[in-house]
């Protein structure tokens, strides 16, 4: 199995709303990421986990919280966004920091 | 971090070979180059990796000079469903995050 998952596939949340984003993946491997990605816009590397502890957090705002349950699932804790906030987010995995598995991504809307 | 640049567009035809090189001049002698494609609104898709020289899989060849400071990923005979965004990313494996760190992409138009 090859595939990493996300759910949900949209989301549409208020300011005051909190919401989560889920990704998971069976490939045993021992980096997961989350980026987020503007229209026509490069992915943006958000927060790096690797073997279930973060190792990278590139400056992101606390309103985004990650979580590494286990070694196969990501969250992504929503607080209080920003309709700024409103993008793709898409988790990948690697075994190694080399080659990345996205999953689909979640289309979020903050009204 | 090695920085990368790349033509933000390219056109071409259906059956035509397609080249995209990829700049990156401060490449350290550990990193390696990777390329993505993206389709809209999906996640980025491995294409291919290497370090030196020529590296050919099923779907693309990426040609490195001796010097590495720039790299050219080549699709042979695109079709339509070729169009995408491709991008060029360097670093090395041991948790630096150039190879996490995505540039401007190339925009490729297939026509047909």
């Known amino acids: 199995d090859t595939e990493v998952t996300q759910t949900p596939k949209h989301l549409v949340m208020g300011m005051t709303n909190k919401k989560s984003l889920k990704c998971e993946q069976h490939m045993g491997h021992r980096a997961m990421y989350w980026y987020k990605q503007k229209a026509k816009k490069p992915p943006e590397l958000m927060f790096v986990y690797s073997y279930e502890k973060l190792s990278i957090n590139e400056s992101v705002p606390s309103r985004f919280s990650p979580e590494c349950p286990n070694s196969s699932l990501l969250n992504l804790h929503l607080h209080a966004l920003q309709p700024e906030d409103s993008a793709l987010y898409l988790c990948?995995?690697?075994?190694?920091?080399?080659?990345?598995?996205f999953g689909p991504g979640t289309r979020l809307t903050v009204t | 971090l090695a920085k990368t640049t790349q033509p933000i567009s390219m056109d071409s035809y259906e059956g035509q070979e397609v080249n995209i090189t990829c700049s990156h001049n401060n490449i350290a002698t550990n990193d390696y180059i990777t390329w993505y494609q993206q389709f809209p609104s999906q996640g980025p898709r491995f294409i291919i990796q290497g370090y030196k020289t020529k590296v050919t899989n099923e779907v693309a060849s990426l040609f490195i000079p001796a010097d590495r400071k720039s790299s050219t990923l080549s699709l042979p005979r695109v079709s339509l469903s070729d169009t995408a965004v491709y991008y060029c990313?360097?670093?090395?494996?041991?948790?630096?995050?150039?190879?996490?760190?995505f540039g401007k992409g190339t925009k490729l138009s297939v026509k047909p």
């Open positions: 990313l360097v670093g090395d494996m041991g948790g630096s995050q150039g190879n996490l760190i």
């Open positions: 990948a995995s690697s075994q190694d920091y080399d080659e990345q598995y």
